[in-house]
């Protein structure tokens, strides 16, 4: 556990987490151009996200790492990417089209496309941070990824995720990130925002953003 310098009590989530943990991600992002464009009726979007959550967040505990406050106001979910990680892809594929139905395809060309642009460098990969909207703008957002970003300088690697708009490059912005090259979603899509925290250098700067050559992968 560590208590953050805003006094906010982080931990590793476990199973016991997962009612709350899942409605906190399946509410967070319940808005939002991404949202807008993978689910148009907000209806439909409400109960896909809450499968697609619940999948998210326990695929989160098994394979990565997850973290939460002690009043569980916020999860974040890591993933250590210290080598390329193939996807089963034909796996991944059945599991979209029960999460989402007549919604998968967008939801695939989503995780397509992130896949294609991710890097090859050893990092750690914030799939997903989410603040329970009513507890937003407290700073719990930013402690909870600092907590994170201070074990990662600890083991000299770097931090890569996707941002979703500009208010929250913004907030990754402050924290040490830099903006890298966008994923422009097809279709009438939003722009996505690559970012990339390097780690840190012994001239006490940050190491830059990797070059990424876009891989093909059929989902
Ligand atoms: C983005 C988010 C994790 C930030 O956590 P937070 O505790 O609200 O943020 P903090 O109080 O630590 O920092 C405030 C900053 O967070 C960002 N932020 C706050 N609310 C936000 C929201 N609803 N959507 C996007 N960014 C938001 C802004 O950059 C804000 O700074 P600003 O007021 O200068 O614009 C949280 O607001 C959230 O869950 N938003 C919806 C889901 C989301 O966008 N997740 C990130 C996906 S990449």
């Known amino acids: 556990m560590t208590i953050t310098n805003n006094d906010l009590l982080v931990r590793s989530a476990t199973e016991a987490d997962a009612g709350p943990l899942i409605a906190v991600l399946a509410e967070a992002f319940h808005e939002g151009p991404v949202a807008d464009w993978l689910i148009p009726d907000p209806i439909d979007r409400h109960t896909v996200y809450y499968r697609y959550f619940t999948d998210a967040f326990r695929h989160g505990l098994e394979h990565g790492q997850v973290y939460t406050t002690s009043g569980q106001t916020a999860v974040a979910i890591w ?3 210290l080598e390329p990680t193939p996807t089963d892809t034909r796996e991944r594929l059945e599991a979209l089209e029960r999460i989402a139905g007549v919604h998968a395809p967008k939801f695939v060309l989503l995780e397509e496309m992130f896949d294609a642009f991710h890097p090859d460098e050893p990092h750690h990969y914030l799939a997903y941070l989410a603040v329970d909207p009513t507890r937003q703008n407290l700073g719990i957002g930013a402690a909870l990824l600092a907590d994170h970003h201070r074990r990662l300088d600890g083991l000299g690697l770097p931090a890569y995720l996707e941002a979703s708009n500009m ?3 913004r907030l990754y912005l402050r924290l040490g990130y830099t903006a890298g090259p966008t994923i422009v979603l097809p279709t009438d899509g939003p722009v996505i925002w ?5 780690a840190p250098t012994t001239t006490g700067g940050r190491t830059s953003f990797p070059r990424t050559r876009p891989r093909r992968r059929s989902l």
């Open 79 to 81: 993933y250590p990417r």
């Open 194 to 198: 690559r970012m990339w925290r390097g």
């Open 167 to 169: 208010r929250n490059r």
